[in-house]
């Protein structure tokens, strides 16, 4: 029985010590992927409801565990997720940062700082009822900006909850890294939808020339692929609905 014991100990230090290492702040020399951030990511499954974000003021009153991938991804649940990291700021002059996350919409997501000083600010807090313009950064994904001076540790904690997937990427950004970001998801959505809306205009043209039904149908067709794929992006509850936020839910 001893030898057992002793055999089990040995197989699972290696897994002890890189959790361990994953346990350790997140150095920040400037943006941290998805892929980087996940790696010291942290989570708890509050099947219940009953966390909130005071109870993470004190890190061992909430037990988390890290994640077993780089995408935070717990199928279809009904209970609300929190994720956990510590960062410190390693630059010497980067003062600004963006929370970055990879999605247009879920039903309620929240991000908190917490400092080292025990002071709580709250980055973002949104739920099936805010309007688009309740976002701080005006993008059709979420962003939450925020300030981490250089050598200053704080630690950040999300809590959201999605009537679908639970699968929710995410970065840390610098204001510099997500403009390049901003910029060629908008250079990709202006060819999309230019050369849509050239098709559109291209079957109304014929359906007036020709008067034919099928031109009707295809323009249908068309209208209805945009608002998909624009839906999809985050800009039609940007521009289209940003005062209906329950339509996204069923868009």
Do not use: C
Request: charged residues 10%.
């Amino acid at each position: 029985t001893l030898a057992l014991l002793v055999l089990a100990l040995v197989m699972a230090l290696p897994q002890a010590l890189v959790h361990a290492a994953d346990q350790r702040p997140l150095v920040l020399s400037g943006p941290a992927s998805m892929e980087v951030l996940g790696r010291h990511l942290e989570y708890n499954i509050d099947a219940a409801w009953q966390l909130t974000a005071q109870d993470f003021i004190n890190p061992a009153t909430v037990s988390t565990q890290p994640l077993a991938a780089a995408v935070p991804d717990f199928g279809y649940t009904p209970a609300k997720i929190w994720l956990r990291v510590p960062v410190v700021n390693g630059t010497a002059a980067q003062d600004d940062w963006r929370f970055f996350v990879h999605s247009n919409f879920t039903q309620e997501i929240a991000i908190y700082k917490f400092g080292s000083d025990g002071g709580v600010t709250t980055l973002l807090d949104l739920n099936r009822g805010s309007p688009f313009r309740a976002r701080p950064v005006n993008y059709p994904q979420m962003v939450a900006p925020f300030e981490l001076n250089p050598g200053e540790a704080a630690t950040l904690v999300v809590s959201y909850y999605s009537q679908g997937s639970s699968r929710l990427s995410m970065s840390l950004e610098t204001p510099e890294s997500f403009a390049r970001i901003a910029a060629v998801s908008q250079a990709k959505n202006y060819a999309f939808y230019g050369m849509m809306l050239v098709m559109f205009a291209l079957v109304s043209a014929a359906l007036i020339v020709l008067r034919q039904p099928v031109f009707a149908a295809f323009s249908g067709y068309i209208l209805s692929m945009l608002t998909y794929v624009s839906h999809s992006d985050g800009v039609a509850f940007q521009h289209l609905w940003s005062d209906f936020p329950q339509f996204n839910s069923i868009a």
